[in-house]
């Protein structure tokens, strides 16, 4: 018999039979593919939120880290998703409860400051975020810390015939303000490619046809914002030698290993911000120019740090100044010589340093300082 | 490898199919999974700050021009009154034939502004040295680009251009070669108005209500608590004069300086928080020439602070 009459003289009972078990085969394939997703689905959400699935068979492997703060201006409600159109609101309106300032609050979206919003920053302002890692593992731990910064403007609204909408109370009335005059509602935006339409859903035509602006001032505050991992000495007596900070983190990603044996202990990672007033303060090496007004950010001697902020700076002008499509990076690096300091030239940086920080004031209302770290 | 090509080729094209599907399948898999694994062990916080707007105050020469456009010129006191094309005028300000029946000047009035942003208070400070007898004053002023309607008493300003390199903040209108318009300041009554926007290169100034005044030395020797709107006259045993002059006890008279200040309050500003305020500092004095023959020079001071 051929190959072929063997396949053919089998009867139609043998073929139902054949068809039968390929279909169990694939039910089982199929229904191992679904457990397996499943299971992928509901350890991703136990992981990342914390909270036990209710399904006895799966088990997740536990977080190998925890962040943590602590302190009085502390909120640890899962408050970040709430941080959209109530933005304002809720930043002003939010709770006081006490706080316990020794107790450390973990989870996984963390405000690490608050604040009733009288606080407000300029350029000159500092900080430091309080921030701690917690290992949830005996072995060594190695963390990324990743620092981002997300700008929100303050937009007033319109009605769809472009008529401003005002504020009113619970009796439907208009509040007024001192002056007697209505006060137009807002509503916070983020700043991000988006920001056009997110105006434009509020009909506010000027912050439309300004969108680019409020783009650039956001990116400014990025640039004008450093970090640093280490506090200087702004109280040496030789007031010639303060400065503010050590170990700037231009890349904004500070990596650390966490030794082994610190399981439930509260690590803190040093995090320190500044908005530096002058640009002076950041590039000058040295106050021979006698054009520094205010502390250095880093010390005159620490010329690794100097260079790594000089290099942000070049690689950075387009965040830095203003004026960026006027300035080589020779203007930078002449400014950061004694040798070859020219005035002129450090006015024409100075001057697209403050126009930045003018744009931001400006345009930015409420920015947030975002940290990410991950361990891997 | 060709025996394997050779056989992939020979398959029929359902299971070609079967295998391009698993084969993407996998792919997807194998790129997913790390991706998960990645947010797994990712927290995030944040920290949130509230933005000060950009505060600034300037004090500039009348629409706003560099504070070089200020000018105290010379105040000659037997100048008599006449109009702007040159005839003499009486005390009624009706024209006469001969500068024997003219009325004498006894004022001159000098228009400066303060503009900023985001300044909630400042105090406007005087200082003047009282060589001449002269009597100082500050008044509100309004800003219009023609002339008050009515028998209203105003001051005519030039403007001068290309004169705001000093405050970026652009310039009411477009009355100015060379600067942008601004959206109009608006302003409490009675302090300033938001002009027209014209092309006319003259402004003209409205003397409004009394800002604070010099009083009578004599009464005002001693006062120096009340910080907020009063004259100090620097006199012996007073704390502007012993901050000045120390314990010295030899000091010129009229050399001695009278401080007046006031705290502006509960202004209006625009959306973009700018405001400008006008203000005319008039300086008038005795028509009697007598009491004045002996002429010297004073020292006149005006500054502003911002106090929020």
């Known amino acids: 018999m051929s190959k072929l009459n063997k396949y053919t003289a089998r009867s139609g009972k043998d073929r139902r039979k054949k068809r039968r078990s390929a279909f169990m085969k ?351 | 490898m060709d025996r394997i090509l050779a056989r992939i080729k020979r398959l029929p094209k359902e299971t070609k199919i079967r295998f391009i599907i698993i084969f993407v399948i996998t792919a997807c898999l194998a790129a997913a999974l790390p991706v998960y694994s990645w947010f797994c062990y990712q927290r995030k916080a944040a920290e949130m700050y509230k933005v000060e707007y950009p505060n600034s105050l300037y004090i500039n020469a009348a629409n706003r021009e560099d504070q070089v456009n200020f000018r105290l010129a010379g105040i000659n006191i037997g100048e008599l009154r006449r109009d702007e094309e040159g005839y003499y005028l009486n005390e009624n300000n009706e024209r006469v034939t001969s500068a024997e029946l003219a009325a004498a000047i006894t004022k001159k009035q000098y228009v400066f502004s303060v503009s900023g942003s985001n300044t909630k208070r400042y105090i406007l400070q005087l200082a003047h040295t009282n060589n001449n007898l002269f009597d100082y004053a500050v008044y509100e002023a309004e800003q219009t680009s023609s002339p008050p309607s009515g028998n209203v008493e105003y001051i005519k300003y030039q403007i001068d251009p290309g004169a705001h390199k000093e405050n970026p903040f652009a310039v009411i209108g477009t009355d100015v070669a060379g600067t942008t318009a601004a959206a109009a300041v608006t302003t409490s009554a009675g302090q300033t108005t938001s002009p027209a926007v014209t092309t006319t290169a003259v402004k003209y100034y409205t003397k409004g209500s009394m800002v604070m005044q010099d009083k009578d030395p004599a009464t005002d020797k001693n006062r120096s608590t009340d910080a907020n709107e009063d004259v100090h006259l620097a006199k012996d045993s007073d704390i502007y004069f012993n901050e000045t002059y120390g314990s010295s006890a030899n000091v010129e008279a009229h050399a001695i300086p009278t401080y007046l200040q006031k705290e502006i309050r509960d202004f209006e500003t625009d959306e973009s928080k700018l405001f400008c305020h006008y203000y005319i500092l008039e300086v008038t004095w005795n028509g009697d020439r007598s009491s004045v023959e002996e002429k010297e020079t004073d020292m006149v001071y005006l500054s502003v602070s911002r106090t929020n």
């Open chain 1, 26 to 376: 694939l039910f089982g394939v199929f229904s191992i593919a679904f457990a397996v997703f499943i299971f992928a689905t509901i350890a991703w959400f136990a992981s990342n939120n914390g909270v036990t699935a209710n399904t006895g068979t799966v088990s997740v492997a536990g977080f190998p880290f925890d962040i943590a703060t602590k302190g009085s201006k502390v909120r640890y409600y899962d408050v970040l998703d709430e941080w959209g159109e109530e933005l304002g609101i809720d930043y002003q309106t939010g709770s006081t409860t006490a706080i316990d300032e020794e107790t450390y609050h973990t989870g996984d979206k963390l405000r690490l400051r608050y604040d009733s919003g009288d606080g407000e920053i300029g350029p000159g302002d500092s900080g430091q975020l309080q921030l701690y890692v917690i290992p949830r593992i005996d072995g060594a731990l190695d963390i990324t810390v990743t620092l981002g910064i997300t700008a929100y403007a303050e937009i007033e609204k319109f009605d769809a015939d472009n008529q401003p909408i005002y504020q009113k109370d619970e009796n439907d009335e208009f509040i007024l303000d001192a002056f007697g005059d209505k006060i137009q509602e807002t509503q916070l935006v983020e700043i991000n490619s988006d920001f056009a339409a997110s105006a434009g859903a509020l009909h506010n035509a000027d912050a439309v046809s300004e969108a680019a602006e409020y783009i650039k001032a956001a990116d400014y505050l990025r640039g004008h914002i450093l970090f640093f991992g280490e506090n200087g000495d702004t109280s040496n007596q030789n007031k010639d030698l303060r400065y503010y900070y050590k170990k700037p983190y231009t890349q904004r990603t500070i990596t650390k290993t966490i030794a082994a044996g610190n399981k439930d202990e509260a690590i803190q990672i040093p995090v320190y911000w500044m908005w530096t007033d002058t640009l002076g303060q950041i590039l000058l090496p040295d106050n021979s120019s006698n054009k520094r007004n205010g502390l250095p950010i880093l010390s005159d001697t620490d010329t690794t740090g100097k260079a790594a902020v000089k290099q942000y700076l070049i690689s950075e002008k387009a965040r830095v100044f203003a004026n960026s499509n006027v300035i080589s990076d020779s203007y930078i690096n002449e400014i950061a010589d004694p040798e070859s300091f020219d005035a002129g030239i450090f006015k024409t940086l100075s001057d697209g340093y403050n126009n930045a920080d003018f744009s931001i004031g400006s345009k930015v209302r409420y920015f947030l300082i975002e940290v990410t770290v991950e361990s891997t």
